[in-house]
């Protein structure tokens, strides 16, 4: 059963940062063990599937992979997230060879503000493109999340549709991108997690 690192310490609404979903994707996992302290709301899971890491497999043994989704339902009932920065890598992104993310959640300002923080590194953003390698739109460095194309069990999916969760779930091309620059990257999209929480927890704006 997959544990996380640190538990939030504080109680209600938490925010996930979540890396190793899939096995071929270290920088994510580095980014996230050498990052400073956390605070206290969070809840870190370095290597969410550790069986894949270790087979250098992306998924694992299916049964592995759907073990580790479920483990994180059971954590969301325990610890219901507001927020999670999900660091992925992209071992195909030849032909769009930047970061990107996908963004599932209703408020746009959360993608654009992990966005500005990988720009400040000097890092390339994935071009805008009709047609990705996974059918989806590429629109300035998002892709707005879409259930139809996602087959596999999927807690970013999971929790924005049935917890009302804001999800980043971010990308770097490791196919083309060296591992210092991929490592840049994650630490970018972490270094927003203040800015990111202090917007979810905005009180509900009321319209008159």
Not at 95 to 107: A, N, R, S, T, V
């Amino acid at each position: 059963m997959t544990q996380p690192l640190i538990l939030p310490k504080t109680k209600g609404l938490s925010a996930w940062i979540l890396g190793g979903v899939h096995g071929r994707e270290p920088a994510g996992i580095a980014a996230i063990c050498s990052h400073g302290p956390f605070p206290d709301y969070c809840l870190v899971a370095p290597c969410v599937n550790p069986l894949a890491f270790m087979k250098g497999e992306h998924h694992g043994d299916s049964d592995d992979y759907k073990e580790c989704f479920w483990d994180m339902v059971e954590w969301a009932k325990k610890y219901p997230p507001a927020l999670i920065l999900n660091l992925h890598e992209d071992d195909e992104a030849f032909q769009y060879p930047g970061f990107y993310l996908y963004h599932y959640g209703e408020d746009k300002r959360i993608p654009y503000i992990v966005l500005e923080a990988v720009r400040r590194e000097k890092l390339t953003i994935a071009p805008s493109e009709d047609d990705t390698w996974e059918t989806e739109r590429i629109e300035n460095g998002v892709i707005v999340a879409s259930y139809e194309t996602l087959g596999d069990p999927n807690i970013d999916e999971y929790a924005s549709g049935v917890l009302g969760t804001e999800v980043i779930v971010a990308e770097t091309p490791s196919s083309v991108w060296p591992i210092k620059a991929r490592l840049r990257a994650h630490a970018a999209v972490l270094s927003a997690l203040p800015k990111l929480w202090e917007i979810v927890n905005e009180p509900p704006r009321y319209i008159q």
